[in-house]
């Protein structure tokens, strides 16, 4: 069974950056799509990125929910087992548990579908805390 572990996540004044982690535990690491999702307090879970696998039609392509697009960055190290969030310019509202979850197929988020219950998120990590506060 694949284990998701992230982190990078911390306290930070707006506009500062911050750069998440994923790691996974899978040897075939590279046929899985990744996505990130972030739940704040009382909210919805909201998509925010995903990078596609090897076997999609978009091998590796990233895609990002409007909100976050020109300020964060999904990237992912195929031989290290890693995805990775960057975090740019943050806002407040970027305030959230950010989680990073395995999928078989993620283009579904390409065509706005996006679950909106964390536990529809079945192959998760644990979560790592964003805070945006001045």
């Known amino acids: 069974d694949v284990q998701l572990v992230e982190s990078g996540g911390g306290l930070v004044e707006p506009g500062v950056s911050l750069s998440l982690s994923c790691a996974a535990s899978?040897?075939?690491?590279?046929?899985?799509?990744i996505t990130w999702v972030r739940q704040a307090p009382g909210k919805e879970v909201e998509w925010v990125a995903s990078?596609?696998?090897?076997?999609?039609?978009?091998?590796?392509?990233?895609y990002y929910a409007e909100s976050v697009i020109g300020r964060f960055t999904i990237s992912r190290d195929n031989a290290k087992n890693k995805v990775f969030l960057q975090l740019n310019s943050l806002k407040i509202e970027d305030t959230a548990m950010y989680y990073c979850?395995?999928?078989?197929?993620?283009?579904?988020?390409?065509?706005?579908?996006?679950?909106?219950?964390?536990?529809?998120?079945?192959?998760r990590g644990q979560g790592t805390q964003v805070t945006v506060s001045s």
């Open positions: 979850v395995k999928e078989l197929t993620a283009e579904y988020h390409t065509s706005g579908y996006h679950y909106t219950r964390l536990s529809d998120y079945a192959d």
């Open positions: 899978v040897f075939t690491f590279e046929w899985f799509s």
């Open positions: 990078i596609m696998s090897f076997v999609s039609d978009d091998a590796f392509g990233t």
